[in-house]
């Protein structure tokens, strides 16, 4: 259990500036701190289930064993973690397979600071953030399916989902409530057969629902 309220996060980085940049970034923000920064995924696996982070920050190049594959072993040692990219690359396959590998949001290194903190709040609290050309790379590679099961509202709601945007955002900007999105997005996951957000967005993807 955690001893405080704060957002523990841990980053893993090979560069060392940057890493340095972002723990003084985080670590000075009040409600974060930093439990943890690592140079690589093999040093990272050795400490990070103790320093037991809220929120991974995860570089895709990495020496060893990249970010994207570190991904489904991370998700493993700490099922619980909110796993973000923050990577200079922009590449639509890489950020698919990291998606799809377990990752919770997708922000590019050019992204302002004060927006890499409010990731990692928004990402806390169910949602998962993209950098903007991101968001609009990942709905422009999805078209329409007309046979898709989902009425227009779940469609829409999935579209959102496959954004990065939480389903209390979600709520407000469709002026519905909340219990409402919950209960699309339980039909999506039944309609699709899926159980995760990742899968219901792979799932869309390959069959051109969205």
């Not at 590019?108 to 609009?136: F, L, Y």
């Not at 954004?163 to 979600?170: F, L, Q």
């Not at 919950?182 to 869309?204: E, F, G, P, Q, R």
């Amino acid at each position: 259990m955690k001893r405080d309220l704060d957002i523990h996060v841990a980053i893993i980085e090979d560069d060392e500036t940057i890493r340095e940049g972002y723990a003084f970034l985080i670590g000075n923000t009040n409600g974060y701190k930093i439990c943890g920064t690592y140079a690589s995924f093999e040093e990272a696996s050795r400490k990070i289930v103790h320093d037991n982070p809220d929120v991974i920050l995860l570089d895709v190049e990495l020496p060893g064993i990249s970010g994207v594959e570190a991904l489904p072993k991370l998700k493993k040692l700490i099922p619980d973690a909110h796993i973000l990219i923050l990577t200079v690359y922009e590449q639509e396959m890489l950020i698919f397979r990291a998606l799809g590998n377990g990752a919770a949001g997708y922000l590019t290194k050019n992204t302002p600071p004060e927006k890499i903190v409010a990731a990692i709040h928004e990402v806390m609290e169910g949602g998962g953030p993209m950098s903007a050309h991101i968001a609009r790379m990942v709905i422009s590679s999805f078209k329409r399916n007309e046979a898709t099961p989902l009425t227009r509202r779940e469609t829409e709601i999935l579209e959102q989902i496959a954004t990065g945007k939480s389903r209390k955002r979600i709520a407000e900007e469709l002026f519905i409530d909340l219990e409402t999105v919950k209960s699309h997005i339980k039909n999506i996951y039944h309609k699709l057969d899926v159980h995760s957000k990742a899968d219901a967005i792979k799932t869309a993807r390959d069959n051109k629902f969205i």
